[in-house]
């Protein structure tokens, strides 16, 4: 049976129907939530490069666009989600640089956020005041009026203050009370330092 030549696809058209079927194959394999967050997203991008003159497709591009998302306070989160759906879009903005950028944003808030949990707010006067009026007039309570008291003046960490000994406490009659602070968490040398708490006024 004689073959109609002008019937056969030609390979250009064949590509271009493969091409197709890939396409359509590769959207199902993303919800179309998370298609309409990637075009949102590279829209926000786009926007970004335009306005600063800034090659779309370049790796640079990306980490100075997520840079300005750290900058602006976006979430984590959200700063992860804009890199993979524009490296998902845009292949040549994957680069080992913007990964190394992500790690970095994301240990310096995690620092962040543990320096603001463990910084503790300052004793007022009064607070100390009214603490030390509820001791009672025992040893133990005098014990403890002492400890508060030098505490709050030497600005100490507890664990200085606990490590205290008899030893380390000496009077000087010009200066006042002289305190050997041995250990401390950011003496790493063990060096200690020596806190002078002068004498006060009668009264004072």
């Given amino acids: 049976m004689p073959t109609d030549i002008a019937a056969i696809p030609s390979v250009d058209a064949q590509i271009a129907t493969l091409d197709g079927a890939v396409r359509d194959s590769l959207l199902h394999t993303r919800a179309a939530a998370t298609r309409t967050a990637q075009a949102s997203d590279l829209r926000r991008f786009a926007a970004f490069a335009a306005s600063l003159g800034l090659d779309a497709t370049d790796a640079t591009t990306l980490a100075r666009y997520l840079a300005h998302l750290d900058a602006q306070g976006a979430a984590t989160a959200t700063i992860r989600r804009h890199a993979s759906s524009l490296q998902t879009c845009i292949p040549s903005t994957a680069h080992p640089a913007v990964t190394a ?19 503790a707010a300052a004793l007022e006067p009064a607070q100390l005041a009214t603490m030390l009026r509820s001791l009672p007039a025992t040893l133990a309570g005098l014990r403890t009026r002492a400890l508060l008291l030098l505490g709050f003046t030497l600005g100490c960490r507890e664990s200085e203050l606990v490590a205290l000994e008899v030893a380390d406490l000496a009077h000087d009659a010009q200066r006042g009370l002289l305190v050997t602070i041995r250990h401390s968490k950011t003496d790493q040398h063990g060096l200690g330092r020596l806190a002078v708490v002068p004498y006060g006024r009668p009264g004072a």
Avoid: P
Avoid at 101 to 119: V, W
């Fill in 101 to 119: 950028l992500l790690d970095g944003i994301t240990r310096a808030r995690a620092s962040q956020r543990q320096h603001k949990q463990q910084q």
